[in-house]
C-alpha cells in the first residue's frame, strides 16, 4: 500500500472501532448522535467534500452526491449505525479500487521503466553522464555493462548481449555486434558498446512506445463508452425517482413520511452505479497491462474489444510467418559445375544487400574478390546483368531469361529460383527458399480454435511458394504475386465478404506494409521491435517474431471482453432485484450496503482476473 492508502485504511478501521463503541454506548439524545456523527466525519469527510465541490461545479449526479445524500437522510431519520455503516462499507470498496487499479498499472509500470536516465557521452576527453533528450544524431555514446541503451544506434565496437525483456516479453538474451542496429529502452548484459546515435530521443523506440501506451487510455471501447453515456442517465433518473418513492406515497396514498424516505434512501445506496464505473474500465486497463507485459502493446480498449471479434486474419508471408531469411536450397548447373555456378552468381551480386544477395554469399562461404566484377546493371523488376571475369553474366527471374530468348529449366519444388546464364548460354538455376517459423502452424491452428472462420496469405512471392506454404500452414486461401496496392484491394475485397459484427485483422512486418494495416478493421504489426512504420500504422503491436504471440492476443481480448459482460450482468441485475425489494419495503439498509459495495467488490476482483491470462507453452 502507498501512503494514501494506508491513511484511508487507519481511518475506516479507527471509524468501525468507533461504530462498535457507539452501538455498545448506552448514550442517548445528542449524545448518541454525536458518537455515530464524529466517525461518520473521520471516514466520510473526502466524499462531502467531492460532492459539495463537484456541485460547485455543476456535476451534481455522481457516486459521491448519492453517498452524501443517503447518508445524510439516514441520520436525519434517525437510523445512525445505518448511516456510518454506509460510508464505512464505501470506503472499503474504494479501498479495494485503489488496490486494484495499483495492481493493474504494475504492468505498465514495469515497461515505463524502460525509459533511461542518462547518455554516457565523452566530453573534452572526459566521459559525462547526460540526458537523452540532450544527445544529437551522429553523437557517440558509450553503454556500459547493467546499463539501459538510451537512444536508438548503430554498434561501431563491442559485442554484447542485450536484455529486451521489457520491449517483448521474452527472457532469452539477443547477440549484438559491431554493424548491428541496437535500440533504446534494451538493457546491455555484460560487453562494453560504443554506438553511433541514429535518432533524436523523441524519434526513438522508447520514446514512441511509451507515448503509444500512455495514450491508450484515450481509446475507450464500446462497452466503457456505453457504461459512461449509461451513468450520465442513469443517476440524474436514479436521484429524481427516489424524490418521488418518498414524496409522492405520502401525498397520494397518505402515508408515513417517515417510512418513504427511509425506503427513498435505501434506493440511493442500492443504485449507485459504482460496480459499472469501476470495474469495466478497470477490466480493460486490467487486460491492456497483462498483454503489455507479455510484449503486446495495444493502442487502446477499443482494439481489445474488438479482437475478441476477429473473424477473417489476413497475414503477409514474408517476415511475419516465414524468418525472412532465404538459404540456398538447391544448385542446378547446366554445363558447368555447382561450385562454379555458386560462385558466379555470387561475384555477380557481390556489391547488392538485397536479401537475395546475402543468401548467395552466405553459401559461398567467404567474401567474393569484387575485383573480378565491372559493368554492373540492375534491370528492375528482373535482375542484373555483370562481367565476371571479363565474362557477361545475366542472373534473374524468369522473365530475364525471357527477354533474352534463353530457354531455363524448370522447378516444381517452394523457393524462388534464379537463373543464371554466361556469355549468351544458359547455366543453371540456384533455388533460395525462406524458412516457416517454427510455430507458424501451430499458431493458425490455435486461431480456428479460437473461432477465426478464414485465414488468408497475401504474398508478393510467386505462386508456387505461396501454394506450398499454404498448405503446409492450413491457410484456407492466398494471393500471390501482389504489388503492396493490390494487397489493399484484396483486403478491401475481403472487408466486403465479413460479417457486420466480425472484425477483419491484417497483420504484418510493420516495415512494408503500413498501407494495409491502416485499411484493415485492426492492424497487427509482427515482430515490430524497432519498426516506426509498425507503431505509427498499426493498431496493435506484437514485438518480437513470435506468431504464437497472436492468439495469445485475441485470448486476453476474449476473456477481458467476457470479463466486462460479466460484470455488466451481475451488476445491473443485483441491483435492480435489490431496488425492487427496497421500493417494496423488503430491503433494509444492510441490504443497500450490499447491493452496492458488495457487489462493487465483487466486480472489482473479477476485473482483476483479465491481469492473469496465460501465455500457452508454445510461446
Known sequence: MN????????RILL???LLIAAVLSPLEGWPRLLSFVLPYLLVGWDVLKKAFLNICRGQV????????IATIGAFLIGEFPEALAVMLFYQIGEVFQSLA????RRSIAALMDIRPGYANIYQ???????????????????????ERVPLDGLILSGSSTLDTSALTGESLPREVSPGNSIISGCVNLNGLLEVEVQKSYEDSTVSRILELVEDSAAHKAKAENFITRFARWYTPAVVFSAL??????????????????NRALIFLVISCPCALVISVPLSFFSGIGNASRQGILVKGANYLEALAKTEILVFDKTGTLTHGNFAVEELCPEGISQEELLETAALAECYSYHPIAQSLRAALGRSPEQDRVSEIEELPGMGLSARVDGRLVLLGNQKLMEKFALPQKECREEGTLVHIAIDGCYAGYIRIADQLKANSAEALRELKGLGVKQLVMLTGDRKEVAEAVAARLGIDQNHSELLPQDKVKQVEELLQRKTKAGQLVFVGDGINDAPVLARADIGVAMGALGSDAAIEAADVVLMDDNPAKLPLAIRISKRTRAIVLQNIVFALGIKLAVLLLGAAGNASMWEAVFADVGVCVIAILNAMRALHIKKSRKI
Open 61 to 68: 449526479f455522481d457516486e459521491n452526491f448519492l453517498m452524501s
Open 3 to 10: 501512503r494514501r492508502q494506508k491513511h484511508r485504511l487507519y
Open 244 to 261: 418521488a418513492l418518498a414524496v409522492l406515497p405520502p401525498l397520494l396514498l397518505a402515508q408515513g413520511w417517515s417510512l418513504w424516505l
Open 15 to 17: 471509524a468501525g472501532l
Open 101 to 104: 487499479v495499483q495492481k493493474s
Open 124 to 146: 573534452n576527453g572526459e566521459l559525462i553522464q547526460i540526458a537523452p533528450e540532450e544527445v544529437k544524431i551522429g553523437q557517440r555514446i558509450l553503454v556500459k555493462p547493467g
